[in-house]
């Protein structure tokens, strides 16, 4: 039988501005995500130094760098979805809801 459940939501922050321009530096994306890697759903026991959190991780969208949100992050710690959410308001970045595709 078919998991009926609808997928969990994810919030996308483009690396392209509000101006349409693209954000610096080069590695943002990285660095927002190494900072979110202790943010780990129960019993993960990877190490947060090596890996990053399976609710914010970097992805490349053609040749837009993006850091993809699972909006379960807000169920472990609100204040950690709204950093980096603020994080792209702060810096006029563009998000889209949406949900990644298996």
Same mark, same amino acid.
């Given at each position: 039988?078919?998991?009926? =459940?609808?997928?969990?939501?994810? /919030?996308?922050?483009?690396g392209?501005?509000?101006?349409? !321009?693209?954000?610096?530096? *080069?590695?943002? =994306?990285?660095?927002? #995500? ?16 090596? #890996? %990053? *959190?399976? %609710? &914010?991780?970097? /992805?490349?969208?053609?040749?837009? !760098? #993006? ?5 379960r992050?807000g169920?472990?710690?609100? !204040? =950690?979805?709204?950093?980096? /959410? ?7 970045? &563009?998000? &889209?809801?949406?949900? *990644? /595709?298996?």
């Open positions: 039988m078919p998991n009926s =459940a609808p997928p969990p939501r994810e /919030l996308f922050i483009q392209i501005t509000t101006e349409g !321009k693209p954000f610096r530096p *080069s590695d943002w =994306a990285e660095r927002l #995500c190494g900072v979110m890697a202790q943010f780990r759903p129960p019993g993960d026991t990877r190490d947060p130094r090596f #890996c %990053y *959190s399976p %609710y &914010v991780r970097p /992805l490349l969208q053609g040749e837009i !760098k #993006c850091v993809v949100i699972d909006e992050l169920d472990i710690d609100p !204040k =950690a979805l709204d950093f980096v /959410l603020n994080f792209a308001h702060d810096n006029h970045l &563009v998000v &889209v809801q949406a949900c *990644s /595709l298996e």
